[in-house]
């Protein structure tokens, strides 16, 4: 959709956002893949039209300049010669969330979360969703198992719901290594996907065991993430099956990407806190990250996310030594990282876990060491605002995340980096009601300047902005200010298609949520 015309004040004011948030477009993946750069229908429609004429599937990756796990998967899978020639059995598309018009594909994918990756068919039925958060050859493997796939995940979810009879080893491993974090509630609906995931897991045959494996773990976080829901009613069994897991190496590096980044959320499924089960329990978990943290075949990221989330499940009594492992840890990785992907990867993931161990000023010293030599300070200075905001630093937090604001650059992430700071100024500068409404309505503006700034990932930042509008005011007290940005974003939304989906999103971002 061209850029609307509006009054010359919003069309100055547009053009000077415009400018102050131009970028190069996202530096694109390591070479080596012949990626086709989408950022509209035009150049996905010509990707899938040569995958029929060429008889291959279509591999999707959306990402972002500034998104650790993208610049994770930069660093270790994109540039693999086993990745890369691959490639050439499909057409790789690569939509930059930033790029003009690429939210408009987001919403076309039902894709949100970055990285996404999802395997097409030529005639572009969706096969399924890969989970970029595994390591790179397993990643590899799956994606082979993807490529061949003959069903797409949803048939083979139906035909697992009625008894999987026909369902291959394969066809297990693909609905066990689904992406259910960026699902979008393709397979599991509303209700999000633990339910789902305890049903597959029952119904997954003894020959697939290793998948069935998997559907438990990522049950069990599922589950233990919903919180206040108690212990699962087969807590004796699943304890006993995660305790062989752990005791056993190789197995539990192929799922350290659930080992580690939900262990916290599987020992609340099968543990009380005070229960006497718990201890053997966590010193299980412990031991095996331990092992994981010190495995070198692994990358660093997961290495420290092994390191975190023994922090995260340790004693206070025993604190004080982890916390100096992951000093060192944290310093080690900093001196020998030379790659700008990994940097983006590790330093961010590193400086979280320091501020999970109430390492505050180590976090804030990492992140401040390497603020120029990101490419994305921006997510770096995002840490040190939350950091600040921990300490109760309200000053500090707010001047973080104005500098972070002012440092990010795309269209899309402009929108979201400014939500997360009217968030900082609502909540910790209430009472700088000329503040809160310059930075409103210099959003309305950018937003006026995007073709798709009521889409997608930017719609939902848009609806965030609206919402913290409005629960800054509960009582009227700024009635004026929200009337003047209404009548600015009145301007905007008048420029939309009138009854489409982008149209409705504007006219709701300032109303109540029943007149909405």
């Not at 320091?354 to 997510?379: F, I, T, V």
């Not at 503040?435 to 995007?450: G, K, M, T």
């Not at 719609?459 to 600015?488: F, N, T």
Request: charged share 25%.
């Amino acid at each position: 959709m061209p850029t609307p015309r509006f009054a010359p004040l919003l069309v100055l004011a547009a053009a000077l956002a415009a400018a102050a948030c131009s970028k190069k477009d996202e530096a694109p993946p390591p070479a080596g893949i012949a990626w086709v750069r989408a950022a509209g229908d035009a150049e996905v429609d010509a990707a899938f039209a040569r995958a029929r004429a060429e008889g291959k599937p279509v591999f999707v990756y959306w990402g972002a300049q500034w998104c650790p796990p993208c610049n994770q998967l930069k660093a270790t899978l994109f540039n693999r010669q086993d990745f890369i020639e691959r490639s050439r059995a499909f057409v790789p598309v690569y939509v930059d969330g930033d790029a003009p018009g690429a939210q408009k594909l987001g919403a076309r994918f039902a894709v949100r979360g970055y990285p996404t990756t999802v395997v097409f068919a030529r005639d572009g039925r969706e096969l399924t969703r890969l989970p970029g958060e595994v390591d790179a050859q397993q990643y590899n493997e799956l994606l082979a198992l993807a490529l061949a796939a003959q069903r797409p995940a949803g048939e083979l979810l139906a035909a697992a719901r009625a008894g999987g009879k026909d369902l291959s080893d394969a066809d297990w491993r693909l609905l066990a290594w689904y992406s259910w974090e960026t699902d979008q509630q393709q397979l599991a609906g509303r209700d999000g996907p633990a339910a789902l995931l305890r049903e597959l897991a029952r119904a997954c045959p003894d020959s697939s065991a290793d998948a069935a494996l998997r559907l438990r773990l990522k049950a069990l976080a599922a589950e233990g993430a919903q919180g206040g829901q108690g212990v699962v009613a087969d807590a004796a069994e699943q304890r006993r099956t995660l305790t062989a897991l752990l005791a056993d190496a190789g197995r539990a590096r192929r799922h350290v990407d659930v080992l580690a980044g939900s262990a916290r959320e599987i020992v609340a499924a099968l543990a009380a806190p005070d229960a006497p089960e718990r201890a053997p329990l966590v010193a299980a978990f412990d031991a095996a990250l331990a092992t994981l943290q010190a495995d070198a075949t692994l990358s660093r990221a997961d290495r420290l996310g092994a390191l975190a989330a023994r922090v995260q499940l340790t004693k206070p009594e025993r604190l004080p030594a982890l916390q100096a492992e992951l000093r060192a840890l944290a310093a080690r990785f900093d001196r020998e990282i030379s790659d700008g992907y990994e940097r983006q990867a590790v330093i961010t993931t590193a400086a979280w876990a320091l501020e999970e161990a109430g390492l505050l000023d180590d976090s804030d010293a990492l992140l401040k060491a390497n603020l120029a030599r990101s490419h994305s300070p921006y997510y770096l200075m995002s840490g040190l605002a939350d950091n600040a905001r921990k300490r109760g630093d309200a000053a500090a937090a707010v001047d973080w995340s104005a500098q972070a604001f002012e440092k990010s650059e795309g269209a899309a992430t402009r929108l979201q980096w400014g939500a997360g700071h009217l968030r900082a100024l609502v909540e910790l500068a209430p009472r700088d009601a000329a503040r809160i409404e310059a930075l409103a309505a210099r959003l309305i503006d950018e937003a006026a300047a995007q073709p798709d700034a009521f889409e997608a990932r930017s719609g939902r930042s848009m609806q965030r902005i609206g919402k913290l509008l409005r629960d800054w005011d509960p009582m009227g007290e700024h009635a004026a200010v929200l009337q003047r940005l209404q009548r600015r974003l009145d301007a905007v939304c008048a420029r939309l298609p009138a009854g489409g989906e982008a149209r409705g999103v504007c006219d709701a971002v300032l109303k109540p949520a029943a007149a909405a």
